[in-house]
């Protein structure tokens, strides 16, 4: 099946730095790569979707300049939390899409990194 | 706008069954999803329907009626490990993924 890492799984960092979360589809090409992030508790939000080669769309509320997406190729993308404060400490999941063969197409998740800014 | 609207929490008893109720609303269709997420953990995927009708697969069920925006997933002989929470999420017309809240499931002995 397909596999989807991400790394770090957990991260601590003070507060003003910057954190890179990699996100690599391992068996497949994902034509779309997708970012969210989770509160306790509650579900996930999507912060962006990003397909190789162009731009992040960003969803509403998001800050484009401190959540930075590259999509650099088929098989990874990063997202780097700059200047991360407290209440940046989250869940941040990526999602990676294939085309499968049908109609639908699934979203393969990675585990999941866990940020916690002091 | 887009909604999805599932309950926040469910309990049952080990060995019984449960079935977890999600009603949708989105911009056009293009399927329904349901993942189990362990708390800490990333979702993992359950089940997709696109077409009306029941989906079996083991001990879980899904079912899905497009034209009443609703769909079930029935989950059968629970096991204690069956303690999750379990996400709705309906694929719009752009094939975006719209997520629900989530329903927290919890297995009593």
């Known amino acids: 099946g397909a596999v989807v890492s991400q790394h770090p799984s957990w991260v601590i960092c003070k507060s003003g730095t910057s954190v890179k979360i990699e996100c690599r589809s391992l068996d497949f090409q994902a034509t779309t790569m997708f970012w969210y992030r989770q509160f306790p508790k509650q579900s996930l939000m999507l912060m962006a979707t990003?397909?190789?080669?162009?731009?992040?769309?960003?969803e509403q509320g998001v800050e484009k300049d401190k959540f930075l997406i590259n999509h650099a190729s088929l098989t990874l993308s990063t997202l780097t939390v700059t200047s991360a404060h407290p209440e940046d400490s989250s869940f941040y999941i990526c999602?990676?899409?294939?085309?499968?063969?049908?109609?639908?197409?699934?979203?393969?998740f990675g585990p999941g990194t866990r940020l916690t800014v002091t | 706008g887009q909604n999805i609207d599932q309950p926040t929490e469910m309990t049952a008893t080990e060995g019984a069954i449960v079935q977890i109720n999600c009603t949708y609303q989105?911009?056009?269709?293009?399927?329904l999803f349901w993942y189990q997420q362990h708390a800490g953990e990333a979702p993992t995927f359950l089940s997709y329907?696109?077409l009306d009708g029941l989906e079996e697969k083991g001990r879980f069920s899904s079912f899905l009626s497009r034209s009443k925006g609703y769909s079930y997933l029935l989950l059968k002989e629970l096991q204690m490990k069956d303690s999750a929470s379990y996400l709705c999420?309906?694929?719009?017309?752009?094939?975006?993924?719209?997520w629900g809240a989530g329903t927290k499931l919890i297995i009593k002995p």
């Open positions: 990003s397909n190789e080669g162009s731009k992040a769309t960003y």
């Open positions: 999602s990676a899409r294939a085309r499968t063969s049908g109609d639908f197409y699934e979203q393969y």
């Open positions: 999420a309906a694929l719009d017309s752009n094939y975006q993924l719209i």
């Open positions: 329907n696109v």
């Open positions: 989105t911009s056009g269709f293009n399927g």
